[in-house]
T-cell receptor, first 109, second 113 residues
C-alpha cells in the first residue's frame, strides 16, 4: 500500500509565526486531503488537493503530484490552530484513505 | 446542510459484549467509510460502503462488520469486544462516483472495560 510520511512530528509555534508542514507519499494518488483534528476528535477537512495550489484564509496548500509531496502552510498562526494535522491519500477510486501519522501543532500565546 | 452524524458520541462496554455504531452521511452522499483511531496505530481504514455494497475492506478481524441501508445510513458492529478495541471510531462520507473529498463525523469514542 501507499506509504505516507509527515514531517515534522511536532511543532511548537508562537502566536503570529508562520509554518510549513510536509507530506510525502510513495505512489501516485488521485486523492489527497489535509485535515485538522480538533480536541474533541473531529477531523475537519482543510483541503482536497490531489494537485495544484489552494488557499483558504491563513491556510494554503500545494501538492506536487509528480514529485509525490504536499505542503500545508499556516500563516500568522493563532492558538486555535493547535491540534493535529493529518495528510491522507488514496489511489483507489473507492474509499480507503491512507493517513500519515500526523503533525502535532501547539501554538503558544 | 447537515454534516455527517455519528451516534452515540461515547460508549462504555464490557469485554465480550458487542456494540453497534451508527453513521448518517451528508444528504446525497452515497459512500460511507469507517476508520478506527488509536494512539498506537493511528487512523486505520475499516471498510467502505456504496449503495449498500461493501466495496473495500481493511485488515481487521471478522469481528468487525458493517452494513449500509437504502437511505445510505451505515452501521458498524463489533462482536466479542476486546480491550484493544477501545478507540475513536470515525465515519466519513463522500458523494461517490468521481473522486471527491471525504467529510468526517465527530466520531464515537468506545471504551472497553
Amino acid at each position: 500500500g501507499i506509504q505516507v510520511e509527515q514531517s515534522p512530528p511536532d511543532l511548537i509555534l508562537q502566536e503570529g509565526a508562520n509554518s510549513t508542514l510536509r507530506c510525502n507519499f510513495s505512489d501516485s494518488v488521485n486523492n489527497l486531503q489535509w485535515f485538522h483534528q480538533n480536541p474533541w476528535g473531529q477531523l475537519i477537512n482543510l483541503f482536497y488537493i490531489p494537485s495544484g495550489t489552494k488557499q483558504n484564509g491563513r491556510l494554503s496548500a500545494t501538492t506536487v503530484a509528480t514529485e509525490r509531496y504536499s505542503l500545508l502552510y499556516i500563516s500568522s498562526s493563532q492558538t486555535t490552530d493547535s491540534g493535529v494535522y493529518f495528510c491522507a491519500v488514496s489511489a483507489d477510486s473507492w474509499g480507503k484513505l491512507q493517513f500519515g501519522a500526523g503533525t502535532q501543532v501547539v501554538v503558544t500565546p | 446542510k447537515a454534516g455527517v452524524t455519528q451516534t452515540p458520541r461515547y460508549l462504555i462496554k464490557t469485554r465480550g459484549q458487542q456494540v453497534t455504531l451508527s453513521c448518517s452521511p451528508i444528504s446525497g452522499h452515497r459512500s460511507v467509510s469507517w476508520y478506527q483511531q488509536t494512539p498506537g496505530q493511528g487512523l486505520q481504514f475499516l471498510f467502505e460502503y456504496f449503495s449498500e455494497t461493501q466495496r473495500n475492506k481493511g485488515n481487521f478481524p471478522g469481528r468487525f462488520s458493517g452494513r449500509q441501508f437504502s437511505n445510505s445510513r451505515s452501521e458498524m458492529n463489533v462482536s466479542t469486544l476486546e480491550l484493544g478495541d477501545s478507540a475513536l471510531y470515525l465515519c466519513a462520507s463522500t458523494p461517490g462516483g468521481r473522486i471527491y473529498g471525504y467529510t468526517f463525523g465527530s466520531g464515537t469514542r468506545l471504551t472497553v472495560v
